[in-house]
Nanobody, 114 residues
């Protein structure tokens, strides 16, 4: 049974940081590219960042370049999203995705407000 469980969301002030984690099980994590997506109310889900196997290729949406960093730990079957210099427009539900399926997590809420 495939499971992706996101954690680390919450309320943060503008300019603050959060680190999201996504723990995977039920598939071979090390051979799957992974990605983070987000969906704000009334908007379509969008790709935020992706990471290939062996972490050799990382890609980011223009809106988060230089502020967000995606990483993975294959020993822990976990993918991370470090989010710095957060802006109100970053507020959304963040989902991780395993590209091998694709498989989706249930999402974690990020709120950016003072």
């Amino acid at each position: 049974q495939v499971q992706l469980v996101e954690s680390g969301g919450g309320l943060v002030q503008p300019g603050g940081s959060l680190r999201l984690s996504c723990s995977a099980s039920g598939f071979t994590f090390s051979t799957s590219a992974m990605s983070w997506h987000r969906q704000a109310p009334g908007k379509e889900r969008e790709l935020v960042a992706s990471i290939s196997i062996w972490s050799s290729i990382r890609k980011y949406a223009d809106s988060v370049k230089g502020r967000f960093a995606i990483s993975r730990d294959d020993a822990k079957n976990t993918v991370y999203l470090q989010m710095n210099s957060l802006k109100p427009e970053d507020a959304a539900v963040y989902y991780c995705r395993g590209e091998a399926g694709p498989y989706w997590g249930q999402g974690t809420q990020v709120t950016v407000a003072s």
